[in-house]
């Protein structure tokens, strides 16, 4: 393989413009997490209004995740056909629905919209991918993607610090309503600014069948990573939903103090995604950052599950969510780094791997709904998830090294599909 193809298709792209891009993607990013979360603090009250159980309303994120993983690789080809600039308007609109939160008549048209939210996600998260790799050099990849990490966390703690107050003053359906508002302008922004690089036209003319799609799936970097993501996936879906009730209920914490309590397990990712886009730039490596967070984000889920004092609580919530960050990053700049990964497949292949690592953020909150509402206890179903992320350890151990430095050290392409 000529190493050339190892090369982002954006590693050419310097114009300085690629930093009012990276300006533009961050507000969507941030309210694609602002949206996402936002009605687990709020269950008690949805709850409340519509007579549900924890598993009914517990499809609030349930519906997301199923068609966030359904269209995930369509979305992909989306993008490769019509290219990231027309794809992030799409994505961002649908992000948008919960806007029209106050005119659902009931619960089920409430579910509606986090189905478009969903499938809107699942456009616009492989066209950031696309984007990045259009726009910025190899060697500023990680960083890039750890910005935009950023972004997307900042959202998720923004929206469970703010949707509790939000709802006291407005009401929960008016506070849903803001957030997508968020999204509009976050996507009328892109509309306006957004531009092409160069290598747009390239990218129309040579989308990638599914068929090379799956070929490039079934290589045993994109296995292994998917494999890697199940466990953290399923932890932190399930506790973003259930954490927030859980310590009002079983700890006796109020509510507007558990969501941010939760919150900031996606806060400390305003600070940790960044710095960890710079260490994974740093060290030239990928694995031993998954292996360490493999150890750390199950060490910290077990305090933010068990501890009693509030300090304690905070304590834990800052590690886990500092250790998801490791992984994060080397999960958006791996794919990025496969031998054969054109600017073409990049979006495709990142939606792949996310698809099949996603099952679990499908079950998740149902899992923990369910349970509890079969057992009256949170705390077995919670204990299962802190566990799963071991998969980060055990992934860590198989998968070969893309980054830079081991390529530097053997001289030859990295392997990896």
Sequence with gaps: MNP???????????????????????????????????????????????????????????????????????????????????????????????????????????????????????????????????????????????????????????????????????????????????????????????????????????????????????????????FATVGPNALFIGFSSWLPTYYNEAKGIPLAQAGPLVGLISLIGIVMNPLSGVLHARVGLRRPFLALAGVLIPLAALGAILFQNVALLAASALILGGASCLFLTALLTIPMELPGVTLEKVAVVTAGILTLGNVTTILSPLFVGMMTDALGSYLPSLLILALMPITLVIAAAFLPETGPRAARTSGTPVPGS
């Design 4 to 226: 050339s193809s190892m090369q982002p298709a954006g590693q050419t792209a310097v114009s300085p413009y690629r930093w009012v891009i990276l300006g533009l993607l961050l507000p969507l990013n941030m309210a694609t997490g602002l949206n996402f979360l936002a009605p687990t603090p709020l269950f008690p009250l949805i709850m409340e209004d519509y007579g549900l159980n924890r598993g009914i309303v517990s499809l609030l994120v349930v519906a997301v995740a199923v068609v966030f993983t359904i269209f995930l690789i369509p979305g992909g080809l989306i993008v490769a056909k019509l290219g990231p600039r027309k794809t992030i308007v799409i994505g961002g609109s649908l992000v948008a629905a919960s806007v029209l939160t106050p005119l659902a008549p009931n619960f089920w048209v409430l579910v509606a919209l986090r189905l478009a939210f969903g499938v809107g996600a699942s456009i616009l998260f492989p066209s950031t991918s696309a984007v990045v790799v259009q726009w910025f050099r190899r060697q500023e990849l990680p960083v890039v993607n750890g910005l935009n990490l950023a972004g997307q966390t900042g959202g998720v703690a923004l929206a469970l610090f703010l949707s509790v107050p939000l709802a006291d003053a407005l009401g929960w359906r008016s506070a849903l309503g803001a957030f997508g508002a968020m999204a509009l302008l976050g996507t009328g922004a892109w509309l306006l600014m957004g531009r092409s690089s160069p290598a747009q036209s390239r990218l129309s003319r040579t989308t990638p069948s599914l068929g090379e799609v799956v070929r490039t799936l079934k290589g045993k970097t994109p296995l292994l990573l998917a």
